[in-house]
Nanobody, 115 residues
Framework: QVQLVESGGGLVQAGGSLRVSCAASGSIFSFYTVGWYRQAPGKQREMVAIITTAGSTTYADSVKGRFTVTRDNAKSMMYLQLSSLKPEDTAVYYC?????????WGQGTQVTVSS
């Protein structure tokens, strides 16, 4: 089992940048596919970016070229660099870890982009 704690959210102006982080504990981080989802008010949670154990990445079309997901297995950390932010990126961002069909979630961190 893995525990996840996000940090780094906040308020940023449109066009700005922000980095959110997620600290993992309780299990061997490198064994997990990890990534980020987000949920805006009144909308379903959606995938933002995933990074596999091999380092392969997948991004939602809406964030390609603007967001970058990375992981540091030695530190049991994952990161999401958000750039060229838009008001529609406003959401609660959740980090996620999956192994053998079992998913784990952090508590979420709010990112608000003002126009």
């Amino acid at each position: 089992q893995v525990q996840l704690v996000e940090s780094g959210g906040g308020l940023v102006q449109a066009g700005g940048s922000l980095r959110v982080s997620c600290a993992a504990s309780g299990s061997i981080f490198s064994f997990y596919t990890v990534g980020w989802y987000r949920q805006a008010p009144g909308k379903q949670r959606e995938m933002v970016a995933i990074i596999t154990t091999a380092g392969s990445t997948t991004y939602a079309d809406s964030v390609k070229g603007r967001f970058t997901v990375t992981r540091d297995n030695a530190k049991s950390m994952m990161y999401l660099q958000l750039s060229s932010l838009k008001p529609e990126d406003t959401a609660v961002y959740y980090c996620y870890a999956e192994r053998r069909g079992i998913s784990y979630w952090g508590q979420g961190t709010q990112v608000t982009v003002s126009s």
